[in-house]
């Protein structure tokens, strides 16, 4: 039988939609401050797409243009069977997809980092936040700096490009972001900084470590000689070189600057809601699409429907005492 032939995904500002973030689960081992509270209530098993689920959108996504797929959290490598939808989507690397990526908190990378080369998946990023094992302790309130450590130079071993997430805190992390910059480049991988984002409610006022990038970016230029460069990646990242150590540091900057006239991207939870923007409520239902029995011409048209309403841009504030702009955590939406 023909496959079916899809419509490539333009959103109604003209903006091709060639990247896809999927979130896998929202269970993760760490309890990251900015992203989770301590006692996380995770979503019963049956809400969560199954793994044979989520391949069959994420092959739809790509018969409908996806070119990147980026798969996240949650803690990606903690759910079971995750090397065999790893596997699935690397087959199709060439032949739709141009790249496979994840985004770790690298805890479980040395078991996986050869398998998941094997499979096609080129680049990782990495979350690391602190490269003090107490820091990292308090940070994420259960990890162990060591593994990541461990599975960062396993993938590094394995021919993996890595970049870095730091998420940039007040009197937290602070201080030592350019330890961390010094540390990455040495080793030929890149970094990015983030701003906290006021997603879900995580017990604490993120107002109290929000650090704008803005404010960092000055702090920096006393260590290091920034020169602005043309590279970029289909991510909103803006990217300077720092010449003492010749690597790659790139900015992102969601509250303070808006990164939404080029957005490419979607979004789907694990859940398979698919949102249009990270800072917007607005989401399609998918699970019910794919449990009514339908076919892929008719999940196509679905997503089609969703894509026609993806905003021109997000609206966060972040702010004192405020409710988070999103209700939804990070760790379903996958960041
Ligand atoms: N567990 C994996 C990890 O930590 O890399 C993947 C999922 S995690 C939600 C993806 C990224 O989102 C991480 O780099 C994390 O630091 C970032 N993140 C989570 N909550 C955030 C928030 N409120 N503001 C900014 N970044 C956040
Ligand atoms: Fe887990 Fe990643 Fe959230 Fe940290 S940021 S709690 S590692 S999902």
Redesign the pocket.
């Known amino acids: 039988m023909e496959a079916p032939k899809f419509e490539s995904m333009t959103d109604s500002f003209g903006r091709a939609v060639n990247y896809l973030r999927v979130s896998v689960t929202d269970r993760?081992d760490?309890r990251?401050t900015?992203?989770m509270t301590e006692n996380m209530s995770f979503l019963p098993r049956d809400e969560l797409l199954t793994l044979q689920e989520l391949e069959r959108l994420c092959m739809v996504f790509i018969s409908k243009g996806v070119r990147k797929l980026r798969l996240?959290?949650?803690?990606?490598l903690v759910r079971k069977g995750m090397m065999h939808l790893v596997r699935a989507l690397g087959r199709k690397i060439g032949s739709g997809l141009d790249e496979l990526t994840l985004?770790?908190?690298g805890s479980q990378l040395a078991l996986h980092a050869a398998e998941l080369a094997e499979a096609g998946v080129r680049r990782l990023?990495?979350?690391l936040?602190s490269l003090q094992a107490e820091q990292f302790r308090r940070i994420t309130r259960r990890g162990e700096l060591s593994m990541v450590l461990e599975g960062i130079q396993a993938a590094l071993g394995a021919g993996l490009g890595i970049k870095l997430?730091v998420?940039a805190m007040r009197g937290v992390n602070e201080e030592e972001i350019p330890d961390i910059i010094r540390f990455a480049h040495g080793q030929g991988m890149d970094v990015t900084l983030?701003?906290?984002?006021?997603?879900?409610d995580v017990g604490e006022d993120?107002s109290d470590f929000y650090l704008p990038l803005s404010e960092l970016r000055r702090t920096l230029a006393d260590h290091f000689t920034m020169l602005p460069m043309d590279y970029r990646t289909s991510g909103p990242a803006r990217y300077v070189e720092v010449a003492e150590t010749g690597g790659r540091l790139g900015f992102i900057t969601p509250m303070s600057h808006n990164f939404c006239e080029s957005c490419n991207r979607v979004r789907v939870t694990c859940t398979g809601t698919l949102y249009m923007c990270l800072g917007h409520e607005d989401a399609v239902d998918l699970r019910a699409v794919l449990r009514s029995g339908a076919d892929d011409v008719e999940v196509g048209r679905v997503i089609d429907g969703g894509i026609a309403r993806k905003p021109r841009g997000h609206d966060f504030v972040i702010g004192r005492g405020e409710k988070p702009a999103i209700r939804r955590h990070?760790?379903v939406t996958?960041?």
């Open positions: 993760c760490f990251c900015y992203c996240t959290g949650g803690e990606p985004t770790t908190n990023n990495v979350s936040d997430n998420v983030i701003e906290t984002m006021p997603m879900g993120r990070m760790s996958g960041g």
